[in-house]
């Protein structure tokens, strides 16, 4: 091999640690953050997250462009595609009680690189989602005043025309941006009780919405003569799914806040599926009213439930309605702020971001650091940038963190679980029968290794029928039919989203590759249902899977798809420079010169352990005679409480990469790493 040149062997191990898992050992119920959540708390919190503006925008902008009356089947299709990616929360907030989301699950499962991609894409659909609400916030504030602020704003500021920058300096949205995040940094009780009065105030207001709405309502507005129940047609009714879509996005908000729960293995199931049965029946009945109250072609699209009652003689009731709509708003705004932060301190305790963000503060319990430059950051786009051509990038980073949560939930059914597996404290499994003789020993093994296959095996009653497909490795067989079904996932969506013409293929080809795609699709997840999966009782698992799971990732591979080339431009950036910071730069380096010196048998066999999911201590216990320090223990570390040792990346005596990220200074000459690590 040329001098220079990466050799196989080290590209091998790079890979590997780049892709190494992130095991949760011990009690998954401790935390540094404070446990004060209950089932209501998750519940309005995911209530808030769901029910914003666009229940007060989007209502009327889907009737009049794409549905007609139809609009309220379109939220219901939406309802049931966003519950596919909402029982994938569900299972892996019950199952793993962590702050992270998206980004933790994907760590446990898939692996660090792909996990930093997501949360780093989370991270920008917080900031800019909480910017353009303030912003959307600020202006129909400004409305109810006749424009008087932005005039005021205009007249001694002046008007901008300077590209990616907004018209104007929005003070108000920056304000309110500031605002909520001091109230979010005194705690999560605080910003639950906040939560609470304006959750509550929201949905009275819709509660008044639709009886005023069903009072006023006129059946002739859905007549013939006014177009019909569906004048676009299933095609109209299917582009508005795809938009009424978006109006669910942000019951992941209760995921992201489990690690705050006090029993999160059975409030964040019930907490997503009330939040989301509930803003379901808001949307479709709020809908339903309001193109009952006034013809579906005169609609006003940015204020379409105020203008309904202005337009009927009630304008006392359009205030109402404005004040439910910054209500909930404000709600919005406070739960980005509530989210985002634990999602930059998942990170950081990882080491994949910088350190200083992994602080808690010992008196509100919160992620301090986090949360005030997340907000001064949130304040800044909202005060300066042109949010308009940013706000698709939401659907983006949304809907591949759905993609890659659906397929972490076949990963880890599919998996052997740890060995030492423990249940968590607020819910104790039931207390086992005791076996005391060595006759009950050898009958016990005997019966579990009879009856209970390891997950990832062939099932027994198909082995007759299947055996060749048992005589792969465990799980080989599995990995290679979830990446057949991802593949044929992307194909057929390309198929069904572009059509013949875009493809120009003749009409033929155009079914021949619709027919191969699907039935691919479709045996791949046959050889998936085939295998066992794991079958835990002390928490929710989602039902029909790989069946529920494969559907999302379809669904969310679509939706994708359909998205225009510049948001796939800036989201290619936005990776590009995620993974150029200095935090991430710098240990991928460091682990380049490790990969290319070796590594210790020890090391190795643990990391290919870690990597098949199946984390193994190693003798000595927790760091016991080890040279090398682990995560959180090094020069400038700190410790976060037990939980963050229990949690941290298993590797044997080799340091993980959440180390070596985290050490930004002293990386010293190369013949010191090997010294220092080793």
């Known amino acids: 091999m040329a001098p220079g040149l990466p050799s196989t062997t080290s590209l091998a191990r790079l890979c590997r640690k780049l892709n ?5 050992e011990g009690s998954s119920m401790e935390t540094s953050l404070q446990r004060c959540l209950s089932t209501l708390d998750l519940t309005l919190l995911g209530v808030g997250g769901m029910v914003g503006s666009g229940l007060y925008v989007l209502t009327g902008t889907v009737a009049k462009q794409m549905a007609g009356p139809a609009v309220l089947v379109s939220f219901g299709m939406a309802a ?8 994938c929360y569900a299972e892996f907030g019950a199952r793993v009680p962590r702050t992270g989301s998206a980004y933790l699950f994907t760590y446990v499962s898939m692996g660090e690189l792909w996990a930093f991609l997501i949360g780093w894409n989370v991270l920008l659909e917080y900031l800019i989602g909480g910017a353009a609400v303030a912003r959307a916030w600020s202006g129909y504030l400004d409305s109810m005043f006749s424009h008087r602020i932005r005039n005021f704003t205009e007249a001694h500021v ?9 018209h104007y300096p929005d003070f108000l949205a920056t304000g309110i941006i500031l605002l909520a995040s001091a109230l979010v940094s005194c705690g999560a009780r605080i910003s639950s009780w906040l939560n609470h009065a304006l959750s509550a105030i929201s949905l009275v207001i819709i509660l008044f919405i639709i009886i005023m709405g069903f009072v006023l309502a006129q059946p002739h507005n859905w007549s013939p003569e006014e177009g019909g129940f569906a004048p676009f047609g299933f095609s109209g009714i299917l582009a508005g799914t795809a938009t009424c879509f978006f109006a669910f996005v942000g019951f992941d908000v209760i995921a992201a ?9 059975r409030a964040v199931p019930i ?19 309001l193109t009952l109250m006034v013809p579906w072609h005169s609609l006003d699209p940015d204020s379409a439930l105020a203008d309904a009652f202005y337009r009927r003689g009630y304008s006392w009731a359009g205030f109402i309605v404005a004040a439910g709509s910054i209500c909930a708003m404000n709600t919005v705004l406070l739960l980005n702020l509530f989210s985002g932060p634990r999602i930059i301190y998942a990170m950081a305790i990882d080491g994949l971001f910088f350190q200083a963000f992994a602080h808690v503060h010992p008196r509100t319990q ?11 950051l949130m304040a800044f786009m909202a005060l300066l940038l042109d949010l308009e051509a940013l706000v698709q990038f939401l659907s983006i ?10 397929t972490s939930i076949i990963v880890l059914r599919f998996q052997k679980p740890p060995p030492s597996s423990s249940p968590g404290l607020a819910s104790p499994g039931p207390v086992a029968k005791e076996y005391n003789s060595f006759q009950d020993h050898i009958q016990l093994v005997g019966t579990e290794q009879a009856l209970v296959p390891e997950p990832g095996q062939l099932r027994p009653a198909l082995r007759p029928y299947l055996g060749f497909l048992g005589g792969c490795n465990p799980g080989a067989t599995v990995a290679s039919a979830l990446s057949v079904m991802v593949a044929s996932a992307i194909t057929l969506g390309c198929v069904l989203v572009f059509g013949d013409s875009a493809l120009h293929l003749p009409k033929w080809g155009y079914i021949l590759l619709l027919l191969l795609s699907t039935a691919v699709f479709v045996l791949s997840l046959l050889v998936l249902g085939a295998h066992q999966q794991q079958r835990r009782q002390d928490t929710f698992q989602m039902p029909l899977v790989p069946l529920t799971p494969a559907l999302s990732i379809l669904l969310n591979i679509c939706l994708m798809l359909k998205l225009n080339y510049l ?24 682990l380049w010169h490790l990969a290319q010196q070796g590594e210790p048998a020890r090391a190795s066999a643990a990391s290919r352990r870690t990597l098949r999911g199946v984390p193994q201590r190693q003798p000595g216990g927790d760091g016991a005679g080890r040279a090398a320090p682990q995560p959180g223990t090094g020069p400038g570390a700190q410790l976060y409480g037990a939980a963050h040792q229990s949690m941290r990346t298993a590797g044997g005596g080799l340091p993980t990469l959440p180390y070596l990220l985290r050490r930004l200074e002293g990386l010293g000459p190369p013949s010191v790493w090997g010294s220092s690590c080793l």
């Open 567 to 590: 948001t796939w431009l800036r989201f290619f950036i936005w990776l590009l420079i995620g993974l150029c910071h200095p935090c991430r730069t710098r240990g991928v380096f460091r």
């Open 158 to 166: 002046g008007v901008w025309q300077v590209p990616f920058l907004a």
């Open 366 to 376: 919160v992620p301090i650091v986090g949360i005030l430059v997340f907000g001064v």
């Open 257 to 265: 806040s489990c690690e705050e729960a006090r029993n999160p293995k």
């Open 20 to 24: 190494r898992l992130k095991p949760l």
């Open 80 to 87: 049931v595609a966003s519950l596919l990616a909402a029982l």
């Open 397 to 406: 980073g949304t809907l591949l963190a759905y993609t890659f949560v659906a």
């Open 271 to 289: 907490a997503i599926a009330i939040s989301l049965g509930l803003v379901a029946s808001a949307y479709i009945l709020v809908s339903t009213v």
